[in-house]
């Protein structure tokens, strides 16, 4: 039986990231491949949140090598506080469609089938503003997800979620498993969540890769 | 007092009855008004968001700049509009000093430097994330340009307001380079200086008001603007 290949999307070695001579990001190596659904787990502060934004182009300013082979058109990144654009849900849902030139007729539709999934159908034409935190993370999610990115990097995103919300991720992340998926968890994750777990923390914290 | 309300009761009838000179002055000072509050708007807010959002060398000298222009006295724009314009400045070949044009170069040059320092304060306030979802959703600079004064929309409003309401209200650079020639560049705000000085108190009272309505009714969509932004 010949062997899969393994296409690696993100390549990690020696990264540092320094802000007022303090490292607050520092990973030796780390690597994740096509189709991967990978956790970062980790308590507050130790710099999970600061991997993500390099691995998103965030963070241009660190040390070491990281290699993102998926063009920037094809990522999407999900804010640990998730900005939502000043308009309805469904606005936000077709921006980055809109960006990318589809149509509006289009980029409506698709962007109602991710709301609809995320289970916030009924609230694509409310306003950002009058959102709860759990809903506007939804509205976020959906907008990265109406783009179909080949590398999706999400940033707690089960903070504010309920069980319900928690179940609807699940299943969606079922069904992406041609996407490769990078989230970060102060908490341990399930493995319908990440197939893969990397514990981030201090040096002799870390079991391994 | 007997003087004010033989005013303020001559101001009412000219109002009521639409006197063709109140009316004339009123609606030559909203159309130079809106012309130039638009031009000085199609040029500071590019530039207001380039100024908020872009850094390069001297960026801090152009922001002190345009925050100093906010608060040139209009006669000074004048005068140096007048030096331009007149036959012997060097755009005296255009003809434009004593027409409403010379007026409306003028009020651009007092509303540009409005637009630009409120804009560029109102973007750079923005929250960072504005920038950064838009980029990584694929937002191209134009797209994103477009977002940034969408997110900043009410401060942008606030900004062409203040301008409009300066605009609309300043004497020095319409008396100047406009001349206050009847039913050609005579403002509302000149036309009321006159009248009051011939001693025609109800006209000038009338477009005293006129104006008084205008600043008011700025100030109010200005204050309504400001409490559905906190909202």
Redesign the interface.
């Known amino acids: 039986m010949v062997p899969r290949r393994t296409v690696t999307v993100i390549e990690i070695n020696n990264l540092r990231v320094d802000r007022n001579g303090r490292c607050i990001c520092s990973v030796p190596r780390f690597s994740v491949s096509q189709g991967e659904h990978v956790g970062i787990v980790g308590r507050n502060g130790t710099g999970k949140t600061t991997l993500l934004r390099v691995m998103?182009?965030?963070e241009n300013s660190y040390d070491g090598k990281c290699k993102v082979y998926t063009a920037?058109?094809q990522?999407?990144?999900v804010?640990q506080?998730?900005?939502l654009?000043?308009g309805n849900v469904l606005f936000n849902g077709m921006?980055?469609l809109?960006?990318?030139g589809y149509s509006r007729k289009h980029a409506q539709a698709k962007a109602m089938r991710w709301i609809e999934k995320l289970g916030i159908g009924a609230l694509a034409a409310a306003q950002v503003n009058l959102l709860s935190g759990g809903e506007r993370r939804r509205a976020a999610l959906a907008?990265?997800l109406a783009?179909e990115p080949e590398l999706l990097l999400l940033d707690e995103p089960l903070a504010e979620m309920d069980d319900q919300g928690l179940a609807t991720i699940e299943s969606i992340f079922a069904e992406l498993s041609d996407t490769t998926i990078v989230l970060t968890s102060p908490v341990q994750l399930s493995t319908s969540l990440s197939a893969r777990t990397y514990p981030f923390g201090p040096e002799e914290e870390r079991v391994g890769v | 007092m007997e003087l004010i309300w033989e005013g303020l009761t001559e101001a009412y009838w000219l109002l009521i009855t639409l006197d063709p000179l109140v009316m004339g002055a009123a609606l030559r000072t909203l159309w130079i008004s809106t012309l130039a509050v638009a031009l000085a708007t199609a040029f500071g807010l590019p530039a207001g968001t380039v100024l908020g959002r872009v850094r390069f060398p001297g960026r801090q000298l152009v922001v002190m700049a345009c925050r100093a222009g906010m608060a040139v006295p209009t006669v000074f724009i004048g005068i140096i509009g007048y030096l331009l314009m007149s036959r012997r400045g060097p755009l005296g070949p255009l003809e434009l000093l004593y027409t409403p044009w010379a007026i409306v170069a003028g009020e651009f040059c007092l509303a540009l430097p409005i637009i630009l320092s409120i804009t560029q304060g109102t973007i750079k306030a923005l929250?960072r994330?504005?920038g950064?979802?838009?980029?990584?959703?694929?937002?191209?600079l134009l797209?994103r340009w477009r977002?940034y004064i969408?997110?900043a929309?009410v401060g942008v409003v606030l900004a062409v307001l203040a301008a409009f309401a300066r605009c609309v209200t300043e004497l020095g650079i319409a008396m100047m380079v406009g001349g206050n020639m009847p039913d050609r560049t005579r403002t509302l705000a000149t036309a009321t200086a006159m009248e009051t000085g011939k001693g025609e108190f109800g006209r000038g009272m009338a477009m005293g008001i006129i104006l008084l309505m205008v600043a008011l009714l700025v100030t109010i969509l200005i204050v309504s603007l400001t409490r559905e932004n906190r909202d």
């Open positions: 998103a182009g965030l920037p058109q990522r999407a990144y804010d506080s998730p900005y654009f000043r921006y980055g809109r960006a990318r907008r990265a783009i | 929250d994330r504005v950064e979802t838009a980029w990584t959703l694929g937002a191209g797209r977002t969408s997110e929309r």
